[in-house]
Nanobody, 120 residues
Framework: AQLVESGGGLVQSGGSLRLSCTAPGFRYSGMGWSRQAPGKEREWVSCISPNHEYILYSDSVKGSATISRDNYKNMVDLQITNLLTEDTDVYLC????????????????WGQGTQVTVSS
């Protein structure tokens, strides 16, 4: 099964983006988003468990990001508002253990990533 992201792009500071991930075959997996800019450590941005009982956000996006999933459509979305230049990154969709946080276990799948660039 493959994870395919979409929705990245160029946005001005203060703007919003909605990232989507198509994830067939991961209905019972925890799903989330990770980002890693060159020279920086990977950041686990958000996670949602299969039945929505666990939802986590990193401190850097808490309050500005909303993760959601539609198990019938096999999709996981991440809406980020009030984007800042430091949010510029490659965002990867990740599938893993049913419980959040995803980084606690070896991931089951990774997407190729979608570039988000926030201009000042």
């Amino acid at each position: 099964a493959q994870l395919v992201e979409s929705g990245g792009g160029l946005v001005q500071s203060g703007g919003s983006l909605r990232l989507s991930c198509t994830a067939p075959g991961f209905r019972y997996s925890g799903m989330g988003w990770s980002r890693q800019a060159p020279g920086k450590e990977r950041e686990w941005v958000s996670c949602i468990s299969p039945n929505h009982e666990y939802i986590l956000y990193s401190d850097s996006v808490k309050g500005s990001a909303t993760i959601s999933r539609d198990n019938y459509k096999n999709m996981v979305d991440l809406q980020i508002t009030n984007l800042l230049t430091e949010d510029t990154d490659v965002y990867l969709c990740v599938a893993g253990h049913p419980s959040c946080p995803l980084e606690a276990y070896e991931p089951k799948g990774w997407g190729q990533g979608t570039q988000v660039t926030v201009s000042s």
